[in-house]
């Protein structure tokens, strides 16, 4: 988290205008002024869940401006670590330096990280997610595919029935769903593999050392994306990290940006090009 902060005060050119640019999900972006090239901008997958409305959890907010208001200009990076610290000292900073420091991963999530989807993030109680689609068996059009939600559901069905708008067919749904197999019988748990690249790269998965693994990868992502933790794409980089087939991990989780095509500098289909040449040499 320090080295994003740390990168956007090096690539920044002050003043700078926060503004907050959806990307997929509805997860905000922060752009401004930068001593090379403009960040790129997001756009919206199109099409929507199949009851035509956005899904529950998903319409997202504007994470940057929960720390930094919305089109606010900050006239220097010192009004922009104040702007941060509004609510808490968390980030202290190096004026001479141009440096920061995080004091408080709490605070960081509080600020700039609190989660825009509901429990169940990607397979939804009522299948209303877009991931529930990419399950999709004969005759049905989106499934559950979610097994620890499923014995969650199983588990506490007591506990659960008590709460408001609870319904038992919850747990039987999933349980159903789980059940199905494609049209190639395959089942919703090898399906689930085949989508999760930890599953070839650790070894806490059958998975592991089943396939060969691509030498260099190049990992992007915005800090503020609300999705996921960032545990997610930190994981997905250390298991790279350690497997012996891969050569290179280029990583970088950008400061001040959503779910989008996330780049510290320039356009992301250059800086893309630009890597591939780098490896091919």
Same mark, same amino acid.
């Given at each position: ?10 690539? #920044? ?59 606010? #200009? @900050?006239?220097?990076?010192?009004? @922009? ?9 968390? !980030? ?7 440096? *920061?420091? !995080? ?54 069905? *007591? ?48 998975? @592991? ?52 095509? *996330? ?9 893309? !090009? ?8």
């Amino acid at each position: 988290m320090e080295q994003s902060l740390n990168n956007f005060l090096k690539d #920044t050119t002050f003043p700078y205008k926060a503004t907050s640019t959806e990307g997929p999900s509805g997860a905000a972006a922060q752009t401004g002024t930068k001593k090379s090239g403009s960040l790129p901008s997001g756009t919206k997958p199109s099409g929507t869940a199949k009851s035509g409305k956005m899904p529950s959890g998903s319409s997202g907010t504007a994470m940057g401006s929960q720390s930094t208001s919305s089109g606010k #200009t @900050y006239k220097t990076a010192k009004a @922009y670590i104040k702007s941060l610290n509004k609510n808490g000292t968390w !980030i202290t900073y190096n004026v001479k330096k141009n440096t *920061a420091t !995080i004091t408080s991963m709490k605070a960081f999530v509080k600020h700039c990280k609190t989660a825009s989807k509901d429990v169940g993030a990607f397979d939804g109680l009522t299948r209303q997610q877009t991931e529930n689609q990419l399950f999709a068996t004969s005759g049905s059009s989106a499934n559950h595919f979610d097994s620890t939600i499923s014995k969650l559901l199983k588990q506490n069905s *007591a506990k659960y029935a008590k709460l408001k708008n609870y319904k038992a067919s919850y747990a039987k749904a999933y349980q159903k769903d789980l059940k199905k197999t494609d049209a190639l019988g395959s089942t919703m748990q090898q399906r689930l593999n085949l989508y999760n690249p930890m599953y070839y790269l650790t070894s806490y998965y059958d998975g @592991y050392n089943t396939s060969k693994v691509a030498k260099y990868w190049r990992i992007r992502t915005g800090i503020n994306q609300s999705d996921t933790a960032l545990t997610v794409e930190t994981n997905l980089k250390l298991a790279l990290q350690q497997n012996k087939q891969v050569k290179s991990v280029d990583f970088a989780t950008v400061w001040g940006q959503g779910h989008t095509e *996330a780049e510290r500098t320039g356009n992301n289909e250059t800086n893309f !090009i630009k890597w591939v040449n780098r490896s091919l040499k």
